[in-house]
């Protein structure tokens, strides 16, 4: 076993681990408040969808998306969540017949993403200004991926260290 070899992939996939900790997860994680916009209006064709994800090894999943649009935008407002083999999100559901009843709603999203197509949603809210989708319940999903990545980033990246830098017990010869 040539623990170099090992040490110089671990590099690899800690930079790589990183590389995807801030590129996917970080951007929404490290949002705030203060840098949301709000879009207001009247909501349009909410829709629940189900769809089977089938991974190379064999194993399903079921991802969850909820898609309305805002008379006053061009956007689409997707949420998506794997749920598993469940087969049915409550919490999709019951947003959707809360959006389809208000028949009004305000939607947070980052400012830099207000010409997108579909902008990743922080927050909504009803006619009445009633949260229904939480700033914490979007940043939710962010906050596991990033600190999976970042910790295989961290011990990867160590363990080339490691092995790179580690001294060698000296032998003494009396």
């Known amino acids: 076993m040539d623990r170099a070899y090992y040490a110089e992939k671990g590099l690899f996939v800690g930079i790589t681990a990183l590389i995807c900790a801030f590129y996917f997860f970080a951007p929404t994680l490290f949002t705030f408040k203060s840098s949301l916009v709000t879009r207001s209006g009247e909501v349009t064709d909410v829709k629940t969808f189900y769809n089977r994800i089938e991974s190379s090894k064999g194993g399903s999943s079921i991802k969850s998306e909820l ?53 990743t949603v922080f927050q909504i809210a009803d006619r009445n200004g009633e949260i229904l989708y939480d700033f914490k319940e979007s940043k939710s999903k962010s906050k596991f991926g990033f600190l999976i990545s970042f910790g295989v980033g961290v011990f990867g990246i160590g363990l080339y260290l490691f092995h790179k830098y580690r001294k060698k017990p000296t032998h003494n010869k009396t």
């Open 67 to 119: 898609k309305f649009t805002l008379k006053s935008s061009e956007s689409v407002y997707v949420l998506i969540k794997n749920i598993g083999q469940s087969g049915y999100n409550s919490r999709f559901e019951k947003l959707a017949t809360e959006l389809k009843n208000s028949k009004e709603a305000t939607v947070w999203i980052n400012e830099k993403q207000m010409d997108e197509f579909k902008p």
